[in-house]
Nanobody, 122 residues
């Protein structure tokens, strides 16, 4: 089992920045690719970003490319999502997830955090 706890969400204005963190515990963190997803009420959970186990490979949704950066610190068992130039449409609950496979689909991930709310006002 892998336990994931997100933090860093909040209420910000359009154009502001936030950094989300996801702390992992349980099994060896570096054995897992890590993803960030987001969800708004009434919509499916959508992919935001993914990072490989060692951090060498990353992927982003088109809607966040160039604004968001995913990174990880395997010594601290933590993955981050730096979000710049936030827009109201970025408002959602953000989840981190872990899986042994580098994947973009939420259904492919075995472990999930509880989520952290990000609200961007216009």
């Amino acid at each position: 089992q892998v336990q994931l706890v997100e933090s860093g969400g909040g209420l910000v204005q359009a154009g502001d920045s936030l950094r989300l963190s996801c702390a992992a515990s349980g099994r060896t963190f570096s054995n897992y690719a890590m993803g960030w997803f987001r969800q708004v009420p009434g919509k499916e959970r959508e992919f935001v970003a993914v990072i490989s186990r060692g951090g060498a490979s990353t992927g982003y949704a088109e809607s966040v490319k160039g604004r968001f950066t995913i990174s990880r610190d395997n010594a601290k068992n933590t993955v981050y999502l730096r979000m710049n130039t936030l827009k109201p449409e970025d408002t959602a609950v953000y989840y981190c997830a872990a899986d042994s496979v580098y994947a973009l689909g939420p259904h492919q991930y075995d472990y999930w955090g509880q989520g952290t709310q990000v609200t961007v006002s216009s």
